[in-house]
């Protein structure tokens, strides 16, 4: 292979401009389906006594960290290609937010209904006493709201942590870029230092697994600021795999895996393999599978009373989470997607507002 990035973007292009000249959408769906998989051992067993280097365990979380990478690839080139920080946040609020929305709905005005152990009343008081209302949409403890009570763990949507982590890592590369740090070779190293010194006092600390996983979307923004100058080549990436694999015998695969899942993930991505490059047309649904495989598989695990085996809760988990997905790619994400080309004028007649100060308005359709 090329010393040069395979199918490196040129300038100013984006890389979703070119979705079907990558394998960013198969390697999106095959992470998810990691953490899919991880998630389901996870929850059959309780997460009590698994340990921190089980496999299973490990495999999703390189799934999340695979993602993680390719979201601050991906969104450090979206920023680039972007006329402004207005619309740059306009675009990440139609990823996110409106897939978001109906499956939060879902969990807990059908799923939530439907499998508490309360009363519908008591079940309603408690989602919208203070602390349920503060508990939404990243709801954990689900006995507080009698969901799950008697299932080995009692998290209502456990993937959900990791919304606002992207959101925040998303304000950073809008802050870099703003402040014109975004290009100076230090800056995302800078942090991604100081992440590392955190992770070094808490790394036996799983609550501190968001900074962990911030380092990787860092990492990914650097991969895309730098794409025309690294080499990727089948021995270094075979390397790492080997160094990756090795470290599942050792304390520390989680420092092995930063060092190598990043690398493999964008060299991965850019494989010249058109089936691959294709994958995504029918739709990008791993979004809608991160977002509802968990609840689906606590309603399945308490409907079953915990009796499927690990390959049956992962089939029937995910035909009816890619259901879901599917249903929320088409109904949903894609068609608020299209708006993300409006102009302040057509936003403004679509909210049915008046007319956007001039400033904004320029600052709307600016370059930065």
Request: hydrophobic residues 50%.
């Amino acid at each position: 292979m090329t010393t040069a990035h395979p199918h490196a973007v040129p300038g100013d292009t984006s890389i979703p401009d070119g979705r079907f000249s990558n394998n960013f959408d198969f390697l999106r769906f095959a992470a998810a389906l990691a953490v899919v998989a991880a998630h389901a051992y996870a929850l059959r067993l309780g997460y009590i006594g698994i340990g921190m280097h089980d496999p299973i365990i490990l495999m999703g979380q390189a799934g999340l960290a695979a993602l993680l990478t390719t979201s601050g690839y991906l969104i450090t080139a979206s920023w680039e290609s972007t006329a402004s920080p207005l619309r740059f946040a306009w675009k990440r609020f139609l990823r996110v937010v409106p897939g978001l929305i109906p499956a939060i709905l879902i969990t807990l005005f059908l799923i939530g209904p439907v499998m508490t152990s309360l009363s519908l009343g008591e079940y309603f008081s408690a989602l919208f006493s203070p602390a349920g209302i503060a508990a939404v949409p990243f709801f954990e403890n689900g006995s507080t709201i009698g969901l799950f009570s008697e299932n080995p763990w009692t998290y209502v949507n456990g993937s959900l942590w990791t919304i606002p982590l992207e959101v925040a890592m998303y304000g950073v590369v809008a802050a870099l870029g703003i402040a014109g740090l975004l290009h100076r070779w230090g800056a995302i190293p800078a942090l991604a230092a100081g992440n590392v010194l955190l992770w070094m006092v808490w790394f036996d600390d799983p609550r501190m697994s968001k900074i962990r996983f911030a380092l990787y979307f860092l990492i990914g923004a650097w991969l895309y600021l730098h794409r025309e100058r690294i080499p990727y080549r089948p021995t270094v990436a075979g390397g790492l795999l080997l160094l990756l694999g090795l470290s599942a015998l050792t304390p520390y695969p989680t420092v092995a895996g930063v060092i190598a899942i990043p690398y493999l993930t964008i060299y991965a991505a850019h494989l010249p393999l058109p089936f691959l490059n294709t994958f995504g047309k029918p739709g990008d649904f791993s979004y809608g599978i991160y977002i509802y495989h968990y609840p689906i598989q606590q309603t399945i695990i308490q409907a079953t009373a915990n009796t499927l085996t690990l390959p049956a809760l992962c089939g029937v988990s995910f035909a009816v989470t890619f259901l879901l997905a599917f249903l929320s790619w088409h109904l949903v994400e894609k068609r608020a997607l299209a708006a993300k080309n409006l102009s302040a004028a057509d936003l403004s007649r679509l909210f049915g507002l008046p007319a956007l100060p001039e400033p904004i308005t320029r600052w709307w359709a600016a370059r930065k």
